[in-house]
């Protein structure tokens, strides 16, 4: 990075002061005398400055001067803020105990932190945390002084893909990209005779600077499109190795406005029905005729995959197709059905897409009325060989790369009749030169109204004469009905009955505010591994393009059979993650399964044997189909899914063609007899038949059923909240767990790689929910698996999720809660008399281990973060347990506690909380290293700690920002890499959220001011499986 | 990381893994939870974890306080806390009064054996109290304080520990066979009379030590009991009144109100020279720590075989403290008082079975 300090001789806008007041706990570095001599270094760009030694103390108190860095506002928001803390050896060098890196952009806009001081832990990459220090940073920005255009100061970020709480959107400009290249210092021929420290330090800080300008000119482009904001900003790294590190970065700009009066604002616990009227009235004829530009239908563009490989279905289906003219859009059904509102809608829209390269929208749920139609999901990937980046400047082949991708996602969408692309996101998988990026996305077609600058007053006018179409609207096909881009089973919309829809919708994007559900969601896995030969080079890129249709079909049937087995119709928050590794390549789907009403009734799942004269075979064919029978009946009854019976007359008659109605009526019949019957004469039910021809397809089924439900009272998603629950508590536990799992490399197939995979993402679930029992009843919200193949034979898991509870049914709570709390006193009482013996006398608590354990986290919660004298008082007002809790209090001295509690979710929201203020996001990135893998603790161990070292670091700046929870938190990266012969390991992590101000809703009533209170502490479990 | 942790949870730590898997298995955690074996085993590896990082943590309390690696509730804090310096009253009647030396440390697996206390947990509570002594070993100010301040204990504990340090530094001898039937409150009753009355502390607030060491100045004065104690052991023809006024004063008060008079009347001499030569030798270290023993073997066990009951005693002792201030010759008022009133508390409380 070039020093921009003294380029142009520009004149100084910003002033940064910063003063370094106390350490604590520092580690001890003088083995004589058990103390440290500790001293600082504040640096910023070129300019360093140091506090005195503070001689012979653990708990230093420099209390220094203000050091002032005269910098332009560029620097600003590039550099990160170092600060080092050394112990002063008068003979030697100085050692450094550690440092901390703080990221200045929350002070750049002036809606945001004004200060930041608090205590941050001191961080080493070998050593971990090593004690805190006290630091007190603050700008001064001198806005009029120039017209800075290389700095977008003032542009507001959210890693929120949603518009966040407290604003409005006025206009939402679209999407904006952006990446920076640069050698990665780990690969510089300097890393061979540096320490791992200053290699490792040197990352951090090369990465911290990347992300830094990185932000900075999205900003750029940001104000070029007249925006004030980034929504959904996702930043993720490429490691390329040898060919360097890429830091790229989308989000969706908008121009957002502060609602000034937040009390108006409906509570942020859920995504709440209040949103429910949408400002677009859907013309009712159904439109099939486009005036638009011709969409260029391919048959390959098909929504889901990229490839051809939708072979199973072709053979009927092409037929089907072959009875619409490809070109003829549909002149025949234009006279009788066209829509001029919707045209002209279709019209509006596009002009206002078209202005953009890629109408592109990170964001997942949107304000009420935004989306129109919904097509389905898009993808795309491409295979790369890395190649050295020569002018890191000039990043044009990573460039060209992206935009090719997007250019094909594009498309796809086009092919669907949709002019947009929502929930959008991109990714990365690499195995030494080998690259794979993927896109995907929800082709959509949206309301043009928010998208134009100027058209929002109109807009909100006629939002009030508009009235509320039924919320189905997104689920009616945005495609021609006859020239269908892929082969589809279309139906008269359940809900309206005006216009088509299919028979399952899968999207990238939240389950809308507006939908109709019936009972409850799930969360789908799709999971599936392939061997591949090692290769190098082109040969081994080539076998990975090979492959990639087809894992990408097997995915697809295994997510369509398993939510048929659910007794769903709709997959939200999906998410495809195609991991490439040495000799394997790993697929891993996620999503949420709901059942819309709008949708029809999935049919069954029918097996279909192949030899149908052997008589045993047959026998066996019809258990397995009476297995799965009965798991669609139990799974319709866990998820509640029961939706009304309507006669089929009504849904059949507005069909002209009847071979059309009879294929419909069977797809929405349950009966299995039937459907066996049916199938055979039509063959038009590929999706929903099984042929068992060998023995993988028997596998396939097998795989169906050993997925186990989550235990009694648990539910998980993917999507922020669960559907079908509305009812939160605001006792919610974010947590992280990394799997680490070695295959044993004999013999080893796709059959016993896949079941190996399965168990593991099994396991980890299960051992969730053993960790999470004393939630019950609650919900594991947007469950994120994340999977990676850092060496051969090796798979690593990371999930990261939030579980809420919530009042599984709140009349019959209140009648229950005398007896209950009865029984929690007498538990807490039983726990006092056994005068917590640490070991062997565990038996009376075990016995009932929910109880004492829940009771205590409960009443805490409810008091953390509130002053003690204060507490008692509250106490009594708040709970009934006061009581009891009294008695706990009587234990000393804990409780003038000065850690301010931070909360952590990878939700947009906290349960029972409001959110009152965005202080800006955080993006960090640690290194973790270690020689002493064993001594650590192993893998697991050394996981363990690092995961909570993160978490600490994440917490204390949130809270030296003035805020007190993260939302929208997500672990973008956790590589992990181990060398046990040496006995070294090596973890990389990057986190990003939004840092924000809550206020529970009860405080805001009674006392505004007060912080937020209740307690979540992020957890983490390591664990390795050999 | 699993800061949800279960009390239940916490509990097996000194166990080996496998143990503890076993121990929560037989809880009957499978069938409530419907778990495996190997969530089992890999959840309580997880809490293995946490508390592996806690346990450092919780060596300097303030810093469990401070931390910032996990979110833990004051009142969990508190309860990790108390629960971690908890300790077995087997244990501590095996270390109490012992010096909290490398030596101690390397007999533990004989304190393991001898009361089937696994020896990671003997290890634990034996480093909890050195610790403790090393912080407050030369501390000002009252000892209880001190701890509860360093460690963060809830009041009953922190008196323990303090009864602890004040046993350690002056290595009273607790082991001894005669001495077994004593239990820890025992001491720990007796250690809290010692420093309220005996310490530095007890006459000035202000000083180093003050509630660990005794008050050299009073033991040496105690030295002066022990001419008036053989005067009032004496003979009571040859030496006169003195003595003789002693007993005949306590023994007139005491007839008809004292079940054991006969015997009290005939062992008195032997009594009453018993606690007064052990005030006189107070000054010796050695004294110092036989004087539990000798509490036992000359006043203890020769009331014991005479059948007195906790009455006759406390009757006994309240007249003969009393009585020496009748006495015209007496010059040691109030030594006798901060003398006798710790004396007697302490045989009240050890006088059991």
Known sequence: ?1026 | MWCRVDPADLSPFPLPVSDAVSLRLRSGILEQTGATVDVLQSDTMDHYRTFHMLERLLHTPSKLIHQLHFQIPPSRQAMLIERYYAFDEAFVREVLGKKLSKGTKKDLDDVSTKTGITLKSCRRQFDNFKRVFKVVEEMRGSLVENIQQHFLLSDRLARDYAAIVFFANSRFETGKKKLQFLTFEDFAYCAEQMIQNWTLGAVDSNVDDMDVDLDKEFLQELKELKAWGELAAGEPLVWGLTSLSLCSLVCTSLRGKISVYNEMEANFKNLSRALVNMASKLIHTKDVRDFFIDLVEKFIEPCKSDKWTLNDLRLFLTQYMTSAHTLDAFRHQALWDRYMSTIKSCLLKMYHD
């Open chain 1, 1 to 1026: 990075m070039a020093d921009r300090r003294f380029a142009g001789g520009r004149k100084m806008p910003g002033k940064l002061k910063v003063k370094i007041v106390a350490g604590r706990h520092l580690p001890v570095m003088d083995r004589a005398s058990d103390l440290t001599d500790a001293f600082v270094e504040v640096k910023f760009g070129n300019t360093t400055f140091k506090t005195d030694v503070y001689p012979k103390s653990l708990n230093p108190q420099w209390n220094s001067e203000w050091f002032k860095f005269e910098v332009d506002d560029e620097d600003l928001q590039d550099e990160p803020l170092q600060i080092t803390v050394l112990d002063h050896d008068t003979y030697s060098a100085n050692d450094a105990i550690g440092k901390v890196y703080i990221d200045i952009d929350p002070l750049l806009y002036s809606e945001a932190a004004t200060v930041i001081s608090g205590w941050f832990p001191i961080y080493d990459t070998i050593h971990g945390i090593r004690g805190e220090i006290n630091v007190v940073v603050k700008v001064d920005l001198f806005n009029d002084l120039n017209r800075f255009r290389q700095s977008s100061c003032g542009v507001k970020f959210f890693c929120t893909t949603s518009i966040p709480k407290c604003y409005r959107a006025v206009v939402i400009h679209g999407f904006v990209e952006e990446l920076v290249v640069n050698e990665d210092p780990e690969y510089q021929w300097i890393d061979r005779i540096r320490t791992p420290r200053a290699s490792n330090e040197a990352r951090q800080r090369l990465i911290s600077l990347m992300s830094g300008e990185l932000q900075r000119k999205i900003g750029l482009k940001v104000l070029e499109m007249r925006g004030n904001a980034v929504v959904g900003y996702l930043q993720c790294f490429d490691l390329e190795g040898e060919s360097g590190l890429v830091v790229r970065a989308i989000g969706t700009v908008c121009t957002l406005d502060k609602i000034s009066n937040t009390a108006f604002l409906p509570a942020c616990n859920s995504p709440s029905k209040e949103m429910k009227e949408i400002p677009f009235n859907e013309d009712p004829n159904p439109n099939t005729h486009s005036s638009g530009p011709s969409t260029p239908l391919k048959n390959q563009t098909y929504s889901f995959s990229p490839s051809k490989s939708y072979s199973r279905q072709s053979s009927s289906s092409d037929t089907d197709l072959s009875l619409t003219p490809k070109t003829g859009m549909g002149s025949g059904s234009a006279g009788k059905e066209g829509g001029p509102f919707k045209a002209l809608l279709r019209q509006q829209t596009q002009t206002a897409l078209e202005q953009r390269e890629f109408p592109f929208f990170t964001l997942t749920a949107f304000p009420p009325g935004f989306l129109v139609h919904v097509g389905g999901v898009v993808s795309a990937r491409s295979v790369k060989l890395l190649d050295r980046i020569h002018n890191p400047d000039e990043p044009e082949t990573r460039d060209a790369w992206w935009a090719e991708i997007r250019q094909e996602i594009k498309s796809h969408a086009k092919a669907l009749g949709c002019h947009a692309v929502v929930g959008y996101s991109e990714s990365t998988s690499i195995c030494e030169e080998v690259c794979i990026l993927s896109a995907s996305g929800t082709a959509a077609v949206l309301n043009p109204r928010f998208l134009q600058d100027g058209t929002m007053e109109g807009c909100l006018e006629q939002r009030i004469e508009e009235t509320s179409p039924p919320g189905c609207g997104f689920c009616h096909i945005p495609y021609d009905e006859l020239n269908m881009p892929f082969p589809a089973h279309l139906t008269y919309c359940y809900n309206c009955r005006k216009q088509k829809v299919p028979d399952v919708l899968f999207t990238t994007i939240d389950l809308p505010a507006e939908a109709m559900v019936i009972g409850k969601g799930c969360l789908i896995q799709a999971r599936l591994c392939r061997l591949k030969k090692k290769a190098q080079a082109e040969a081994n890129a080539t076998s990975i393009s090979n492959l990639l249709p087809f894992m990408e079909y097997e995915v697809h049937t295994q997510l369509m059979n398993k939510l048929k087995l659910k007794g769903m119709n709709a997959l939200f928050g999906l998410r495809i993650q195609i991991t490439v590794g040495e000799n394997m390549l790993m697929g891993l789907a996620s999503a949420t399964g709901v059942y819309l009403t709008a949708l029809p009734t999935p049919g069954g799942i029918q097996i279909a044997g192949k030899t149908p004269n052997d008589g045993a075979y047959e026998q066996h064919v019809s258990h397995m189909q009476k297995k799965i029978n009965d798991t669609i009946a139990k799974n319709k009854e866990l998820y509640e899914i029961n939706p009304p019976e309507i006669p089929e007359e009504i849904i059949g008659s507005p069909f002209p063609e009847p071979r059309q109605r009879s294929r419909l009526l069977r797809s929405q019949s349950e009966s299995s007899d039937e459907v066996m019957e049916l199938d055979l004469s039509h063959g038009k039910k590929d999706a929903f038949v099984l042929e068992i021809d060998d023995t993988d397809a028997m596998e396939d089924v097998h795989s169906l059923l050993t997925d186990v439900p989550p235990p009694p009272g648990f539910y998980s998603c993917n999507t922020e909240i669960m559907p079908g629950i509305n009812n939160w508590t605001s006792d919610i536990q974010m947590f992280t767990s990394v799997r680490v799992s070695r295959l044993s490399n004999i013999n080893l197939t796709n059959q016993t790689l896949n079941k190996n995979f399965n168990d593991l993402c099994e396991n980890l679930l299960k051992s969730l929910y053993f960790k999470l029992r004393s939630m019950i009843p609650c919900c594991l919200c947007h469950v994120n698996f994340t999977v990676a193949l850092p060496e051969d034979e090796v798979i690593q898991v990371t999930v990261t999720a939030v579980a809420i509870t919530f009042d599984k049914n709140q009349a019959l709570q209140t009648s229950k809660v005398p007896v209950e709390k009865t029984l929690q006193r007498a538990s807490t009482d039983n726990e006092e008399q056994l005068q917590f013996p640490l070991e062997l006398c565990s038996d009376p608590l075990v016995s009932q281990p929910f109880s004492p354990a829940k009771e205590v986290l409960e009443n805490a919660s409810s008091h953390t973060g509130i002053p003690a004298a204060q507490r008692a008082a509250s106490l009594d007002k708040a709970s009934p347990l006061a009581e009891g809790h009294l008695r706990h209090r009587s234990v000393p001295s804990c409780t003038n506690s000065t850690v301010s509690v931070v909360k952590m979710t990878p939700l947009s929201f906290i349960p029972g909380a409001k959110i009152t203020k965005y202080l800006g996001i955080i993006n960090m990135f640690f290194i973790r290293e270690t020689t002493s893998l064993r001594e650590e603790g192993g893998v697991s161990g050394f996981l363990h700690a690092f995961i909570a070292e993160v978490f600490a670091m994440v917490r204390a700046h949130v809270a030296a920002l003035g805020g007190n929870a993260v939302v929208s938190y997500i672990m973008k990266q956790c590589v992990f890499m181990e060398n046990p012969n040496k006995n070294q390991a090596q973890c990389l992590i990057n986190v990003s959220g939004d840092a924000v101000i809550v206020v529970r809703e009860s405080e805001l009533e009674m006392v505004p001011v007060q912080p937020s209170a209740a307690v979540s502490q992020p957890a983490s479990a390591g664990d390795v499986t050999t």
